[in-house]
């Protein structure tokens, strides 16, 4: 069995990119997601907008692979302003919470430049391991 490709139904396809790849082992790559919606529009332009899509994101794609989100193992962050994400604190973690609850897997977070996406403000992307059907 071979690496498997997920992509949540209704998503316009990702370009150059797979938004998870599935091991036969159940362990769950899902790519840097950031703040736009299935479309691949971004509907907000704030920082606590766009984090909270991206964790939805994540979260889509897991349940896309079957799993849910207490599978997620790992997160890593990468943010374009450490300000603002200090100064934010707890809407982030308000915002954090109503996608994943109380479930706090390891975490990274790294302060970039940029990212690819003129518009994103930070990009997320997660490991999970998924129980063996």
Known sequence: MSHKVIQPEG???????????????????????????????????????????????????????????????RLTWFVTDKKTYLAHQREVGQAYQRIFGKHFPAMSMLVVSELVEDEALVEIEATAVLKKA
């Open 11 to 73: 998503w316009a396809p990702a370009k150059g990119y797979a938004n998870a790849m599935l091991t036969p082992d159940g362990t769950l790559y899902v790519g840097g997601q950031i703040g736009w919606n299935a479309e691949q529009k971004f509907e907000h332009h704030d920082f606590i907008g766009q984090m909270e899509q991206a964790l939805k994101n994540i979260v889509a794609v897991v349940e896309a692979a079957g799993g849910k989100p207490e599978d997620v193992v």
